[in-house]
């Protein structure tokens, strides 16, 4: 009787330890293990480690050289060296089963891995270190409707997510 209790209390403290462990919403295999509070997510198709939560709002949005200089100066779970992504490894991140998040008082569009990058915001594209040919402008990605890639002039501001 005493060994049974043991191992069912044995197995839901596995569960539970298992259950702070999660797999985003991706393909099967896309990420690594991971938990809540992690601030990098590794991806496991592409090899790259990913900033999960760069900041937001209007503070979190930098010129193109500015989010340059943010991601080198970068330092997150003993990893340095961080930099913009090319516009191919952002669109590596675009979920295509887009989902809906409320914000601001109504249901946003995010085509952004809710269980990877829960809470980030969308309502700017993103850069990417792809200038476009001609020069002045680099493609971004748009995490709201799904990647569309534009033109971003560098002196706009948008957010940067950095990679690994």
Not at 53 to 75: I, N
Request: with cysteine; charged share 15%.
């Amino acid at each position: 009787m005493r060994r049974t209790r043991v191992r069912a209390t044995v197995g839901a403290m596995a569960v539970a330890a298992m259950a702070s462990l999660a797999r985003a919403d991706a393909p099967t295999g896309q990420y690594g293990l991971f938990s809540s509070s992690d601030t990098t997510i590794w991806d496991t198709k592409t090899n790259l480690v990913w900033e999960r939560r760069p900041p937001s709002g209007p503070g979190g949005q930098y010129k193109f050289q500015d989010a340059a200089t943010r991601c080198q100066g970068l330092s997150l779970n003993g990893f340095s060296n961080w930099r913009v992504p090319s516009y191919k490894e952002l669109l590596t991140l675009v979920d295509e089963n887009p989902h809906f998040e409320y914000e601001n008082g109504g249901l946003v569009p995010h085509a952004l891995d809710p269980g990877a990058f829960l809470g980030n915001g969308v309502d700017q594209p993103y850069w990417t270190s792809s200038m476009s040919p001609g020069g002045g402008s680099a493609y971004d990605v748009d995490f709201q409707h799904g990647g569309r890639a534009f033109q971003a002039s560098t002196s706009q501001t948008l957010y940067v997510r950095c990679v690994h």
